[in-house]
């Protein structure tokens, strides 16, 4: 079974500081893929990035990068210098080789100016 | 490019009766997905279509049950309500390769009273 744990429910910051959303996940399958989304308050889910099983290259765009680990199972986010419109709940997904996707439950971050 | 599209936004229904969710992918897409969002249960995966065809299931009852078009549209049926299956309904689509990223819509929110 799937499995995907985002341990930090809420987080709050004060605008420019740097955030990291921790997530880690369980499979047995060899190839599977991962997602973060960010989740505004118009219910929207927002693609951000997918990373395969097989690519545990770091990537960088703009403000945000993330950090894949297979060892660990972890596939973590940061965003750097946040910003109050970075207030958002995000999760965490899981894909299979279908389009089955596996959702952690989520870490709500706030931004203070 | 337009987005994935949910009908309607807001729904108010009376426990027991039954009830019909759209969603129009993006053009192009082929494969829809259904996810169901409560705040006790989070993201929980219902089912997709491809090419009219239910290629995948969540654990859900019977009661929730959907179909794909040939334009690829696709609509999701709860029958029965129960007051637990109040929560935000999430489509998503995907282009025709499997597993690259899920575009979703804004959601339908169904309130069981």
């Known amino acids: 079974a799937q499995k995907v744990t985002q341990a930090q429910t809420e987080i709050s910051v004060v605008e420019k500081e740097d955030v990291t959303l921790d997530c880690v996940y369980e499979t047995r399958d060899t190839t599977y893929y991962l997602f973060w989304y960010k989740q505004p308050p118009s219910g929207e889910l927002v693609f951000l990035i997918r990373?395969?099983?097989?690519?545990?290259q770091n990537e960088i765009s703009g403000r945000y990068s993330w950090n894949f680990q297979k060892s660990t199972s972890s596939f973590n986010f940061t965003i750097t210098a946040s910003q109050v419109v970075d207030s958002a709940v995000y999760f965490c997904?899981?894909?299979?080789?279908?389009?089955?996707?596996?959702f952690g439950g989520g870490t709500r971050l706030m931004v203070k100016p | 490019k337009a987005g994935v599209t949910q009908t309607p936004r807001y729904l108010i229904k009376t426990r027991g009766q039954q009830v019909t969710l759209s969603c129009s992918p993006i053009s192009g897409h082929r494969s829809v997905s259904w996810y169901q969002q409560t705040p006790g249960q989070g993201l929980q995966f219902l089912f997709e279509y491809f090419s009219e065809t239910q290629r995948n299931k969540g654990n859900f009852p019977g009661r929730f049950s959907g179909r794909q078009f040939s334009n690829s549209r696709s609509e999701m049926n709860v029958s029965t309500l129960e007051l637990g299956d109040s929560a935000l309904y999430l489509c998503a689509s995907s282009p025709p390769a499997v597993n690259t990223e899920a575009f979703f819509g804004q959601g339908t929110r169904l309130t069981v009273v």
């Open positions: 990373r395969n099983s097989f690519d545990e």
């Open positions: 997904a899981l894909g299979d080789a279908g389009n089955m996707l596996t």
